[in-house]
């Protein structure tokens, strides 16, 4: 057998992932262990987790390989500066700060990690290769996916100098066409929008797309006439007077905001309609980037299939927009498309192409529903539940009736935190570690985002849906198995608007409900869907049957396991920690049932959650 391990680090989303034969066993970011949101460290925990689960030593490794090669991305830094100079002197002195102490001589930082990880000599360590960053990407999405053959785009921030890249992917082979390039970056520019209207870079992408249907595109000319240099393929470049990420320690600069009227907004400041209509704006002039580069590559390469990863395909609205309205028979989207899935790329990378091992594509996909990471057995759970230092109150349900007991307690207007199986790989809870509610409540969406989440309020929630009743609540007919994909909810389950209603504009839209559905409807009838299939979680799927044949309804609420600011939770302590300090009504820990009033009160958690809400 051959183990290859694959590794991401040292930017954001650091991440590990072990292929074996071909076969993923295991993916995870570093962060859920060490409870760092978007941890960046080397993922020395993940490491550890993917061969525990492989059953293997590091030493028993074949191939090491990380998603990036350093080298070019330190001359893409050094030719941006030369090419910028003389501005930009504060940023270049701290990048090559860090750059000489560690980044440039990271083959050596690497094997001395996983040199101490194996308690091993670094002579004993296996092979360590370097993949391209865009090969990287593209490799996560062709080969997992269940295509022969594919096109296969890529777009991001940036990664050694590639900001957006085409592929074909045939059999076991990836064949690169053609570049963008640093700095002329999709991803970047929607970063610095992100920046510019007060969330934070890499991680403020979803708010920013959130808020979108809440104002009105009418930037989107001043965007084109300034910042983009938008050509009829889709192609583009960014006019550089406006930004400042090339040389400088912000996104934007102030020519930036006198475009716009005003400076950047403060970070935690109320929202006003001007960021409502430049997110509006922003997500206009993406989708349209989108669907050209799409159009373009279909008439191009003449391929039916398309393969989607990079940071920008995460941004579920414009693949809705171009499954809709482009070209393609098939979108296919890597689940962990930004930097983390580049542990997974690399590492098939290295079996399909460098070992040229013969591929066969699996349906629905090999990405195994993306339920990549640790699980924890009712032994496990029930020895922590009785720990003297827990003393959880708890009751045991077995299967047969556990899921129409939970069922009864959604249909009662309750959240409840939901834990079971292996922890999902990427941004997206897909029903491993998941906090539920009745997409039929009013209130569901207020009562989540300020009392469970404490977020934003303008923050959408997402319905997971049995797959084969898809089509009976949304506009769309074929799977979405990675919650990747927005479309209508069904006409006849939305709700008419008075005329009075219909005046309403901005965050004023909010409270209205819009569907049957109104937790998971958005303000412009538009939702983010999760099909659950029988094959990949079938706990969840049986949830959502025993939640359908007591309500008639086969969709629930599903959002992440976490509150802002914290990654999705991993472990069961992780899990019964986010419960006892938010306002969760239940929590199923596998076939566990937890009910808040009952469990002590610890001081600990009632402190954290009074500085939370206050902060």
């Not at 701290?94 to 990271?106: I, N, T």
Request: proline share 6%; with cysteine.
């Amino acid at each position: 057998m051959t183990h290859i391990l694959g590794i991401s680090a040292y930017y954001h989303d650091s991440a590990a992932a072990l292929v074996k034969d071909g076969v993923i066993v295991a993916a995870v970011q570093e962060e859920r262990f060490t409870r760092k949101k978007h941890d960046a460290a080397f993922p020395s925990q993940g490491i550890n987790y993917c061969l525990a689960e492989g059953g293997i030593s590091l030493q028993e490794v074949d191939y090491i390989v990380f998603y990036e090669k350093p080298l070019v991305t330190f001359e893409r830094l050094l030719e941006t500066y030369l090419a910028f100079a003389p501005r930009g002197l504060r940023s270049f002195i701290a990048a090559m700060s860090a750059w000489l102490q560690e980044k440039l001589y990271l083959k050596t930082v690497l094997k001395k990690a996983l040199a101490e990880l194996g308690d091993c000599q670094t002579k004993e360590l296996p092979p360590l290769l370097f993949n391209e960053h865009h090969q990287s990407h593209a490799a996560s999405a062709f080969f997992p996916s269940p295509f022969t053959e594919a096109a296969v785009l890529c777009m991001d921030g940036v990664g050694e100098w590639a900001t957006t890249s085409l592929w074909s992917g045939h059999g076991n082979q990836l064949t690169p066409h053609w570049e963008i390039h640093f700095p002329h970056s999709l991803g970047l520019l929607y970063s610095a929008f992100t920046y510019y209207t007060g969330f934070k870079v890499n991680s403020g992408e979803y708010k920013l797309m959130g808020l979108a249907p809440y104002g009105e595109p009418k930037y989107v000319d001043l965007i084109l006439d300034n910042l983009l240099d938008l050509k009829a393929d889709g192609t583009f470049r960014l006019n550089m007077a406006y930004f400042n990420y090339a040389t400088g320690l912000t996104m934007t600069n102030k020519k930036f905001a006198d475009l716009f009227g005003a400076p950047r907004r403060s970070p935690e400041s109320p929202l006003t309609q001007r960021e409502m209509d430049i997110a509006a704006s922003i997500q206009v002039v993406t989708e349209e980037v989108v669907l050209r580069l799409g159009n373009t590559v279909y008439e191009e390469l003449g391929l039916e299939n398309l393969c989607l990863a990079g940071g920008v395909a995460l941004n579920c609205v414009a693949n809705g927009r171009l499954l809709r309205e482009g070209k393609f028979k098939n979108i296919w989207i890597q689940p962990a498309a930004g930097d983390a899935g580049g542990a997974i790329g690399s590492a098939l990378s290295v079996w399909y192409q460098y070992l040229q091992n013969d591929r066969t594509a699996h349906q629905p996909d090999a990405m195994a529903g993306s339920y990549l990471g640790p699980r924890f057995s009712n032994e496990d759970i029930e020895a922590y539940l009785k720990d003297p230092a827990v003393e959880a109150v708890y009751d045991y349900y077995p299967d047969g009736d556990l899921f129409d007991k939970v069922a009864h307690i959604l249909a009662g207007g309750n959240v409840v935190g939901w834990f079971q199986g292996r922890m999902e790989f990427g941004p997206r809870a897909l029903g491993g570690r998941s906090i539920l509610g009745d997409p039929r409540n009013t209130t569901m969406q207020s009562v989540m985002n300020l009392k469970i989440k404490y977020r934003e309020s303008f923050r959408p929630f997402a319905p997971s849906v049995l797959a084969e009743k898809v089509g009976d609540y949304f506009v769309l007919d074929q799977p979405s198995p990675y919650m990747l994909i927005v479309a209508d909810v069904q006409e006849e389950l939305r709700l008419p608007l008075t005329p009075e209603q219909e005046q309403l504009f901005g965050i004023e839209k909010l409270n209205i409900p819009r569907s049957q559905l109104p937790a998971i409807t958005h303000v412009d009838n538009s939702a983010r869907i999760q099909t659950v299939h029988p094959d990949t979680n079938p706990r969840y799927y049986q949830l959502l049957q025993a939640f359908e044949a007591l309500t008639g309804c086969g969709v629930l609420v599903n959002t992440s396991f976490n509150v802002r600011g914290e990654p999705i939770v991993c472990t069961p302590e992780d899990a019964y920690r986010c419960f006892m300090r938010t306002e969760m009504d239940y929590l199923v820990l596998e076939n566990f049932v937890l009910a808040k009033t009952p469990q002590p009160q610890r001081p600990q958690d009632q402190q954290w959650q009074d500085e939370f809400e206050l902060d």
